[in-house]
């Protein structure tokens, strides 16, 4: 039992840590990167954001929805980790990597910045909401599911000190190549660390984790 709490502990602090990870990087320098490295023009980058406004409002309540309605393959949240999780590192990495030039028209970085919103958030969002279902379809008892919340929210701080590394590694995005190498490390790590806890937890079956798919089976 107690090899089994501390598997269901560790699926959890690892899946929320890649998470993070991916999120706080996201969040911290997608403005700075356009602004300041891409130099998207002002008129594009406050359509984008008007356009993400709307497109965050509708895809959160949307994604829950498909995800509760019935006789969808969405319902499997195996199957969202395993379909979605690659297109999540993905429109990941596409953020940091210019389409254009100094020579290109200011609608290429525009649309750069548009895609690279819509994609990132709706894949996050459709994640994020399986992920934080788990939590109820894992265990019935309380105290198991506060528990998970509690390491979850452990993972979260860890993961705030990307973010430290990014900058010392660019130098504050003064070596903007050195960047991109850290955020594509970032993005394998992400991938990464469920592969490696299901490798810890392989030799044991009747633990019920696959977390190669991310898939955990309720006590």
């Known amino acids: 039992m107690f090899q089994r709490n501390s598997s269901y502990v560790l699926a959890i602090f690892l899946g ?63 199957r969202i980790f395993t379909y979605f999780g690659p297109f999540f590192v993905i429109s990941f990495l596409i953020t940091w990597f210019p389409w254009g030039n100094k020579d290109s028209p200011p609608y290429v970085e525009g649309l750069h910045l548009i895609v690279s919103l819509f994609f990132y958030d709706a ?57 991109n190498i850290t955020t594509l490390c970032i993005a394998i790590l992400g991938c990464i660390d469920p592969i490696l806890l299901w490798l810890l937890t392989s030799s044991n079956k009747s633990l019920g984790f696959s977390l190669l798919t991310l898939h955990i089976i309720g006590f």
């Open 123 to 179: 894949f996050f969002s459709c994640i994020g909401v399986a992920w934080s279902a788990l939590y109820s379809d894992t265990t019935r008892d309380h105290r198991k599911r506060v528990k998970g919340i509690k390491f979850a929210q452990l993972a979260s701080l860890c993961s705030v000190n990307v973010i430290t590394i990014i900058e010392k590694v660019s130098g504050s995005l003064e070596v903007f190549f050195y960047k």
């Open 16 to 78: 929320n840590f890649g998470l993070g990870l991916l999120h706080t990087a996201f969040n911290f320098y997608y403005v700075k990167v356009f602004l300041n490295i891409f130099q998207v023009n002002e008129y594009w980058f406050n359509l984008a954001q008007l356009l993400f406004l709307i497109w965050n409002a509708i895809n959160d309540p949307l994604f829950g929805y498909l995800q509760d309605v019935g006789g969808t393959w969405m319902q499997s949240r195996a």
